[in-house]
């Protein structure tokens, strides 16, 4: 049973509810410019140099200077940032928010046109997959940064401590801890992503780091390779899985839920081992608790995409019924998000 007390302080939150119609407001503003900040690389000029010249930074991006004077204003009157003769200077809650810019890539990036049209597919005239869509890849990016930002360390050191030659990481995204761990071990990996544009955003990366004869980038469909109806002879070599926020929406259709477990199981025969981690349903809340980042996004998000989300106990109930039993779990970053080191019998 899923306890507060082992959760991590900023599970809680600090977004006091109810949320005040000018918090509700400026914080919509602020996470565009957040999301506008880092796409425009202005977070990482700020990050490495503390500053950024707004007449260099419009030569160098081919930007309109104009408008990116005003952007930077957008970001000083948030206290991001301070304008001194055209230059500006990275505050703290500047560095906090750049530090977190993944939820922002994931929220705006990702799900702007389903939040956009929350009333249209609650209605009928709009419908998700159709036309409404996430974007995968901004999905997959988000997920990459928040990785490097706050969850690598722990994985690395989890994984760290496994005996393996092959990794498969399913839903890999950018394929980022695919290509960290190649490099640091020399094991080999192969990453399963659905989206055509986060296997393009790996096969680059995978380039880029040099780890072309270790790494491969697969564009497949996890529930297929669970189902047995795509298969992929790489795979029966793989002796470790694992797998990060991908898990709910391989247990999205009821009818299929109790077999996607053993059908991993099946799909990977020779794996031992077992590294999953996702975000899981929040236990129901006292009236007086504050909000953390990222909760109630994930969960509307997931409601109107019809994915439903599960408790903690579930995930472990389904882990046991597939003769997976948990060496370790551990509280993993994102609020509520949890992860098992899991061996197969
Ligand atoms: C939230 S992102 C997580 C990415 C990466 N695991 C990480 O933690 O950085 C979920 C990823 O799963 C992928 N995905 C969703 N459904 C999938 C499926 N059925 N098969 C393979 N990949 C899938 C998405 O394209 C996306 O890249």
């Known amino acids: 049973m899923e306890s507060r007390s082992d959760w991590p302080p900023d599970w809680t939150g600090r977004s006091a509810i109810p949320i005040s119609v000018d918090e ?86 990702g799900y702007a046109d389903l939040f956009g049209n929350i009333a249209g597919l609650i209605s009928g005239g709009r419908r998700f997959n159709s036309d409404v869509f996430r974007d995968e890849a901004m999905v997959a990016l988000g997920a990459g940064q928040n990785d490097r930002a706050f969850m690598a360390e722990t994985v690395d050191e989890v994984v760290g401590q496994l005996d393996f030659t092959a990794i498969a990481d399913l839903g890999s995204g950018v394929s980022a801890r695919l290509c960290r761990m190649a490099a640091a071990r020399g094991v080999r990996g192969v990453g399963l992503d659905i989206s055509d544009a986060a296997t393009r955003l790996a096969e680059d990366a995978i380039r880029r780091a040099g780890l072309d004869g270790n790494v491969r980038a697969l564009q497949a469909d996890v529930l297929g390779v669970v189902k047995g109806t795509e298969n992929y002879p790489v795979l029966a070599e793989v002796d470790a899985v694992m797998s990060f926020f991908l898990l709910h929406d391989l247990l999205a259709a009821p009818d299929t839920r109790s077999r996607v477990m053993p059908g991993l199981r099946e799909a990977f025969p020779k794996a031992r081992t077992f590294v999953l981690a996702d975000t899981m349903l929040r236990p129901a809340q006292p009236a007086d608790a504050t909000l953390p980042v990222f909760s109630a996004g994930y969960e509307l998000a997931h409601a109107l995409m019809g994915v439903p989300l599960h408790t903690k106990d579930t995930y472990e109930a389904l882990f046991a019924q597939a003769g997976l039993r948990t060496r ?3 509280a993993f970053g994102t609020p509520h998000s949890w992860l098992y080191v899991l061996d197969a019998d």
């Open 24 to 109: 509700a407001f400026n914080g919509y503003v602020a996470a565009q410019i957040v999301f506008a900040l880092d796409r425009l690389g202005l977070f990482e000029e700020l990050l490495e140099h503390g500053q950024a010249d707004v007449r260099a930074a419009a030569v160098r991006l081919g930007a309109d200077q104009r408008m990116l004077g005003e952007l930077l204003r957008a970001a000083q009157t948030c206290g991001y940032v301070v304008l001194r003769d055209d230059v500006a200077a990275i505050t703290p809650a500047g560095r906090d928010m750049a530090f977190m810019r993944g939820y922002f890539t994931w929220a705006v990036g």
């Open 328 to 330: 370790q779990v551990l």
